[in-house]
């Protein structure tokens, strides 16, 4: 468990005591994505101290948040049971974290797995249910994503492939995401770049992956 401890006794304290203390739970929404090595999670987490994330994965292993698991020479961590039970948590804090969002700041940076949870977090599944099968290739600053969306079913892997739409996007995708910007008007201003596809499909995209600012 945590050092914190608020000596109270109620359910969100005791989940304060245990993903509370910083780092605990972006460290969560990264093995949300898939099990991770250690250097994996420093590379994901650039500005954590390599004391507070040995801290933090003790911390949670400790809380039986996460494990470590052999994986043939090498150990990965990955989430228990009980760990991803805070999946909806971790989605729902995303989209209420959407709504303050602004223009990044100089300094902060962009990874493949905190945009992946981003799209999980916008993805509209009922939506997604009555569209065609659709693949997009979607650079996002640094990330390289393939997104692939069959029905309700969503699937981001990293990396590039076969795609019914290529896009390459900033910061500014976050205005079509939330419906502040149109796909037109994105890619007619530059926000998005269209590298491969019908530009009618970023309509599709839009339509999918939705959060209200």
């Not at 949870?117 to 993805?123: C, D, G, I, P, V």
């Amino acid at each position: 468990m945590a050092a914190r401890d608020y000596g109270q006794y109620c359910g969100v304290t005791q989940a304060l005591e245990l993903i509370g203390e910083r780092w605990a739970l972006l460290i969560v929404r990264d093995l949300l994505v898939g099990p991770r090595r250690y250097g994996e999670l420093a590379a994901g987490l650039p500005r954590i101290p390599s004391n507070i994330l040995a801290a933090r994965l003790k911390e949670l292993q400790a809380a039986g948040v996460i494990r470590r698991a052999p994986r043939s020479r090498i150990v990965v961590y990955e989430l228990t049971p009980y760990g991803r039970e805070l999946e909806p948590v971790v989605l729902a804090l995303g989209a209420w974290g959407f709504k303050a969002m602004g223009d990044p700041r100089e300094e902060q940076v962009v990874t493949p797995d905190s945009m992946t949870m981003a799209l999980r977090t916008a993805f509209r599944p009922q939506v997604a249910a009555g569209l065609p099968v659709t693949a997009y290739a979607a650079r996002l600053g640094p990330a390289e994503l393939l997104v692939r969306v069959d029905g309700a079913t969503l699937d981001v892997a990293r990396g590039d492939g076969p795609a019914d739409l290529a896009f390459a996007a900033g910061p500014g995708i976050r205005r079509v995401i939330s419906g502040e910007l149109a796909p037109e008007q994105a890619i007619a201003t530059g926000v998005v770049e269209l590298l491969h596809g019908r530009g009618e499909l970023l309509d599709r995209f839009a339509s999918t992956f939705h959060l209200a600012a």
